[in-house]
Nanobody
Framework: QAQLMESGGGLVQAGGSLKLSCEAS????????LGWYRQAPGNQRELVAS???????TYTDAVKGRFTISRDVAKNTVYLQMDSLKPEDSAVYYC?????????WGQGTQVTVSS
């Protein structure tokens, strides 16, 4: 069964950077559009960045110009480089297909941005 596993979260000061990784099972990157989602306490889960199975990225307006989604097909991994972080970026970050599949939700990785 295909799986996704997130890593790379942590605590960072506002203005800092973090890079998240999503390691996928073999062939997932070739078959699916993948996305990074986030959920802050009291908020709905939202899609912040997505990448097609051909490597074309899209971003929500809130992160455009600050976050970069990329992938390494040889490593079966999708990344989210987050720069110029703001306290409002604090959330649990998840990777999943886009649209999301209930089979792919994992534990996520916590990102906390201090002001």
């Amino acid at each position: 069964q295909a799986q996704l596993m997130e890593s790379g979260g942590g605590l960072v000061q506002a203005g800092g950077s973090l890079k998240l990784s999503c390691e996928a099972s073999r062939n997932v990157l070739a078959k699916y559009f993948l996305g990074w989602y986030r959920q802050a306490p009291g908020n709905q889960r939202e899609l912040v960045a997505s990448i097609t199975n051909r490597g074309i990225p899209t971003y929500t307006d809130a992160v455009k110009g600050r976050f970069t989604i990329s992938r390494d097909v040889a490593k079966n991994t999708v990344y989210l480089q987050m720069d110029s972080l703001k306290p409002e970026d604090s959330a649990v970050y998840y990777c999943n297909s886009n649209p999301p599949s209930r089979h792919f939700w994992g534990q996520g990785t916590q990102v906390t941005v201090s002001s």
